[in-house]
């Protein structure tokens, strides 16, 4: 590794040396822990256990504590600790479920001392207390953390965490009785080791498993200024008094005047699965959240750095292999960064508990690294300085750097801007730690008055109507609450989604195919076609209208009703013609898409049909030529079968005086276009109204069409539509909307929202006890809970009740008893309340 600068750091008459450094280890590391006097570091895993000395240049190995003929899982180690009182006590937490001192001034080579084998399963933490010689705390898999006296060959204590599995624990700094315990449950507790029977506080920290936690190494401390010209510094860990002369002479007085109090005694960092670092507030009366840092990966350590009061140091489980130090205030940006490690850091640790400098860290990549703080790189040096963000109401935020807002002093408002912008820049801290690295000029550009008002979308959730009615009515419905309000466009959608879907009279999407004539592409639907093959002679004979003297005809060629209009292929328009005709389509020897109209004036006669003598046998039944066709083809004048003069006659019907029509075939098919012809376009549509913002558009549509669009958009496009709608209804407190979309999806991963189990909490209405899971009758004072307080029989069916005294009874009593009295019915003087 490159040579890089050399720090030392005066501690007390001693000092502390060297400079970025790394060693190779014979195998992975678990946890390291560093002796009291920073000299030495000891370094565990599963296959390694040795104790190296930290000097100027490198490592040096000291001494290997795996010692024996035959391994044993007592020395496969999942954490280790170094006592800060005794340089020669360690302890070591193993894969097996033991926990093994060792004694490092023991003469002999194995350097064993105690083994405490109470544990059922891994025990994933080991904490000496940071006062007491001989007291060591131990946190298991199996859910259950112990309390040893090394003096003793049994634990003393043992504290049930009430989970599957203990992470963490960590005796408290200041508080000579109180540790912290962290569970995979996301709980952190804390205890009282002169009470195992229960935990003096307990508090949901992450959303998942809690790996670590760690208590602020600094004091609380406090300020008194008295009468007398002085102020006293007191600290309330060591109970003393110091006092010092301030500015100003004395005063016959000597009572203090006031007292200021700065307290981190409390603070707990805690990190977990949900790649965050949570700072609490313990010393009030509830934890409180004081501080948040976001990261990219689960957190696996976190250490507070030594006189730095905002910074802390965390190391991922997988995934990221760098170590970040945080400042608390800045959650977003690590204020610097090592990179040494190429695989996870399993552990780190600061060099000495009063030097900020040295940080050691080993991982599974088998290193083992000594970083120098000043070496880090600081990702705030490589921020873009600049950022756009828009605000709830619409208010446009901008920030960019000093130079650029200071090079156009005329600026003024684009054409769009709604009024000047607010140019302003956050004072400077004295103490902030990155001043000067990314400095930027803020720009807000707010909105006008009423302008970004969203009352129209809480108007238009509330009275949607997506399920319980027609699909035309849905449609209907919706189409006059979108124009109500002014959204002539979503109206309009509405209405055309009307009419695709809810029109009578459906095509089948196999009639589709057809094609008119040689010369067209047009995919719409026709008639049935043949060949003038196969017509009767007098059909061959007819009068072909001349087409070559350039006159343009407006030969009007219907589909149907609907008067769908073509050309044919000398572009004589038909659009606009008067006269009623039908198709003749087909395959024609001759011209090209040649039309023949029939004049009835001018119709040859037809010849006599020829018929088949009858056969040499009589007859059972008459033989019919032609089997009747479909209902709807009952007309022989529409059927393509009929044969002879049946044809003829039905064929050569005048239309006007002059002309006639000769029908060839009935359309065998609708001409309205499928619905599913148009999904394509319905499904861009939803997609353009969710690009566009209007999710609830898309998610409505969604609901309300159905399998008939659903499943055209693949599952995550309708999960992503359906989640940024609930958000939106909930940020708006519109819970019954979400329930609803909730109930109504279809997609598995939003469907289970409204499906979380609910804990209900129950307590006795008469002995005020909390109630058991298993009825309604006290396990205590054995009476029925669910008396109702009005008529004083049992509550068989739905009951209700007050959160306040615990007393209630049938909903219908307690409602007509509200109406006369706001007073408990039970008679406890309670001031009732029913959500």
């Known amino acids: 590794m490159e040579k890089m600068s050399r720090v030392t750091t005066a501690l007390g008459g001693s000092a502390l040396t060297g400079r970025t450094m790394h060693c190779h280890l014979d195998a992975p590391a678990n946890a390291i822990s560093v002796c009291r006097d920073a000299a030495q570091v000891v370094v565990a895993g599963r296959s390694i256990f040795k104790i190296y000395a930290i000097e100027d240049e490198q490592f040096v190995e000291k001494l290997n504590l795996r010692v024996g003929r035959k391994p044993s899982l007592n020395l496969s180690c999942a954490d280790v600790v170094w006592h800060q009182m005794d340089e020669n006590l360690l302890a070591t937490a193993a894969t097996n479920g033991v926990v093994v001192t060792w004694n490092l001034g023991r003469p002999a080579r194995n350097k064993q001392d105690q083994l405490f084998t109470e544990h059922k399963r891994t025990v994933n933490k080991v904490c000496f207390h940071p006062t007491e010689a001989h007291v060591l705390l131990s946190g298991s898999q199996d859910g259950f953390m112990k309390c040893f006296d090394l003096r003793r060959k049994d634990s003393v204590s043992t504290f049930s965490g009430q989970s599957e599995s203990v992470r963490d624990v960590q005796f408290s700094i200041r508080d000579y009785f109180t540790f912290a315990s962290t569970f995979e449950n996301g709980n952190v507790q804390l205890w009282d080791i002169r009470r195992p029977d229960r935990c003096e506080r307990m508090f949901t920290a992450h959303n998942g498993p809690v790996f670590c936690c760690d208590w602020h190494p600094e004091d609380r401390c406090g300020a008194a200024r008295g009468g ?12 003393c008094l110091r006092t010092c002369t301030a500015e100003g002479g004395p005063s016959p007085e000597r009572r203090p005047l006031s007292v200021s109090w700065t307290s981190r005694r409390g603070w707990l960092a805690t990190g977990g699965r949900d790649k965050m670092v949570k700072v609490w507030d313990v010393s009030t009366h509830r934890a409180k959240e004081v501080h ?100 709830l109401f619409g208010d446009l935020a901008f920030a960019a750097k000093e130079s650029l807002v200071a090079a156009e002093p005329g600026r003024k408002p684009c054409a769009g801007d709604r009024r000047h912008p607010i140019f302003f820049k956050r004072k400077p801290d004295p103490a902030e730690p ?12 707010e909105m006008e008055p009423g302008s970004g008002s969203m009352s129209w979308f809480a108007d238009t959730a509330e009275r949607y109507a997506l399920a319980g009615r027609p699909l035309a009515e849905l449609c209907d419905h919706n189409a006059r609450v979108a124009r109500d309000l002014g959204r002539n466009q979503v109206a309009q959608t509405w209405t055309m989604l009307r009419i695709i879907y809810c029109s009578p009279g459906l095509a089948p999407a196999t009639s589709l195919n057809h094609s008119v004539g040689k010369g067209s592409s047009c995919g719409l639907p026709l008639m049935n076609s043949f060949n003038l093959k196969d017509m009767a002679p007098g059909l061959g004979s007819e009068t072909r209208l001349d087409r070559s003297k350039g006159d343009t005809r407006s030969d009007t060629v219907l589909l149907d009703s ?20 039908d198709y003749l389509l087909g395959d024609v020897e001759g011209e ?54 049946e044809a003829d006659a039905a064929s050569l019907a005048p239309m006007d005086s002059s002309f006639s029509l000769l029908s060839v075939s009935h359309a065998l098919y609708d001409s309205r276009l499928p619905p599913d012809f148009f999904s394509a376009l319905v499904c861009d549509m939803l997609r353009f109204y969710a690009e566009q913002g209007d999710v609830q558009m898309a998610v409505s549509v969604l609901i309300v069409l159905g399998e008939r669009v659903r499943k055209d958009i693949d599952e995550q496009t309708q999960e992503h539509w359906y989640t940024s709608y609930i958000d939106l209804l909930q940020r708006f407190c519109l819970w019954n909307v979400s329930n609803q979309v909730v109930k109504l999806s279809t997609s598995r991963a939003i469907s289970c929202l409204n499906q979380a189990s609910t804990t209900l909490h129950v307590n006795c209405s008469h002995c005020k006890r909390p109630m058991s899971s298993r009825g309604w009758v006290c396990d205590r004072c054995h009476r029925c809970a669910s008396m109702c307080a009005v008529c004083h029989h ?26 006369g009295s706001s007073h408990c019915p039970a008679g406890c003087g309670h001031l009732c309340e029913y959500s």
Request: net charge negative; glycine share 8%; aromatic share 8%.
């Open 592 to 645: 090209d898409d040649e039309l023949y109209l029939l004049d009835a004036e001018h119709a040859h006669q037809e010849e006599p049909e020829y018929v088949l003598p009858q056969e040499a046998f009589p007859l059972r039944h008459e033989i019919v030529d032609t089997p009747p066709g479909p209902e709807h083809l009952q007309d022989k004048a529409d059927s393509p079968h009929v044969s002879g003069s």
């Open 292 to 391: 948040c840092v976001q990261t990219i990966a689960s957190v696996a350590r976190v250490k507070w750095r030594p006189e730095c009061r905002h910074h802390l140091a965390t190391c991922s489980m997988m995934v990221d292999h760098n170590i970040y130090v945080w400042d608390v205030r800045r959650p977003f940006v690590p204020a610097a960064m090592f990179a040494e490690h190429r695989d996870a850091t399993t552990g780190i640790a600061w060099r000495h508990p009063h030097d900020p400098s040295f940080l050691l860290s080993g991982s599974k990549d088998s290193t083992l690294c000594q970083h120098l703080f000043r070496d880090a790189s600081q990702p705030v040096e490589r921020a873009n300085p600049e950022g756009l963000c828009y605000g």
């Open 228 to 239: 007398s010209g002085r102020v006293a510094r007191m600290g309330a860990g060591e109970g």
């Open 562 to 581: 609907s008067a769908t209009l073509i050309t044919n292929e000398d572009n004589e328009e038909t659009e606009g013609s008067d006269v009623p005709a």
């Open 794 to 819: 049992v509550v068989k069916g739905l009951f209700v009740w007050c959160q306040g005294c615990s007393h209630g009874g049938h909903l219908q009593h307690i409602m007509k008893w509200l109406e």
């Open 434 to 445: 990155f001043v000067g690295l990314a400095s930027s000029a803020l720009s807000v550009f």
